[in-house]
């Protein structure tokens, strides 16, 4: 699994969920201006990454299932 191209790239996604919702959960705590400025920015990166990420889960599950065989 580990050498699963489509498999990486599901893990590649899912981390980069992971980091935008990091970096602004960080920018939220923080505050300030920048916050004030690039929340709602961040907040539709991460939905738009993570539309990404769900879609590849279910093809990944949908070719490990047979594809359509």
Do not use: S
Not at 28 to 42: C, E, L, Q
């Amino acid at each position: 699994m580990a050498q699963d191209p489509l498999f990486i790239l599901v893990i590649v996604a899912v981390l980069i969920v992971a980091g935008i919702m990091l970096f602004g959960v960080g920018t939220f705590g923080k505050g300030g201006d920048f916050n004030r400025k690039n929340a709602n920015k961040i907040m539709r990166y991460r939905i738009g990454a993570q539309f990404v990420a769900v879609c590849l889960i279910l093809f990944y599950v949908w070719m490990r299932r047979g594809g359509g065989n």
